[in-house]
T-cell receptor
Framework: DAGVTQSPTHLIKTRGQQVTLRCSPK?????VSWYQQALGQGPQFIFQ???????QRGNFPDRFSGHQFPNYSSELNVNALLLGDSALYLC???????????????FGEGSRLTVL | AQSVTQPDIHITVSEGASLELRCNYS??????LFWYVQSPGQGLQLLLK????DTLVQGIKGFEAEFKRSQSSFNLRKPSVHWSDAAEYFC???????????????WGLGTSLAVNP
């Protein structure tokens, strides 16, 4: 049973560029959440996708956007990269929204983004 | 406002010693509480969770946590620490989102655990 997989694992971009990160949820899961984790910090919630729609969003600018596909996989896009966007981006999957399991997340190993 | 506080940024214990990591939360409703562990270079792994019922919950890797409503705390404990327990530990509370029945996790800043041989 494959867990949550993310790609790429590491990438380096320059300011102003755009990046796309990908996530495949754990088998049987239909909800994907994205988190940003800066060095030495806890994860910060970016947004959540369910049924191919963004269901809720954290305090992140519109430069951060996403998508969920019919197979439940998801992408995170960041435009006009800033130095402060350098972080570990974590994808987490869960089953359902209004279930207590929505708070029980399975995480991928993350995509480490460095912006120069 | 909803928040999670982990008062200890860094803790060092000797292998075989007992461990307690503190977590305090602020949330008006009944909380769903979690502890996650993040080993170096890895994603987060759920250690244990509390939804309701028995206030002492058992998790993986020999960890347990006790929910104390009167103290708004959910401290993580382990009777005997192993060198492989060195990692970052995060406490989180699941709260309802802004729309409908969605939930999201509010995270603490984490406690870094070092284990001396």
């Amino acid at each position: 049973d494959a867990g949550v997989t993310q790609s790429p694992t590491h990438l380096i971009k320059t300011r102003g560029q755009q990046v796309t990160l990908r996530c495949s949820p754990k088998s049987g899961h239909d909800t994907v959440s994205w988190y940003q984790q800066a060095l030495g910090q806890g994860p910060q919630f970016i947004f959540q996708y369910y049924e191919e729609e963004e269901r809720q969003r954290g305090n992140f600018p519109d430069r951060f956007s996403g998508h969920q596909f019919p197979n439940y996989s998801s992408e995170l896009n960041v435009n006009a990269l800033l130095l402060g966007d350098s972080a570990l981006y974590l994808c987490a999957s869960s089953f359902g929204l209004d279930s207590y399991n929505a708070g029980e997340l399975f995480f991928g190993e993350g995509s480490r983004l460095t912006v120069l | 406002a909803q928040s999670v506080t982990q008062p200890d940024i860094h803790i060092t214990v000797s292998e075989g010693a007992s461990l307690e990591l503190r977590c305090n939360y602020s949330y008006g409703a009944t909380p769903y509480l979690f502890w996650y562990v993040q080993s170096p270079g890895q994603g987060l792994q759920l250690l244990l969770k509390y939804f309701s019922g028995d206030t002492l919950v058992q998790g993986i890797k020999g960890f347990e946590a006790e929910f104390k409503r009167s103290q708004s705390s959910f401290n993580l404990r382990k009777p005997s620490v192993h060198w492989s327990d060195a990692a970052e530990y995060f406490c989180a509370v699941s709260v309802r989102g802004n729309a409908g029945n969605n939930r999201k996790l509010i995270w603490g800043l984490g406690t870094s655990l070092a284990v001396n041989p």
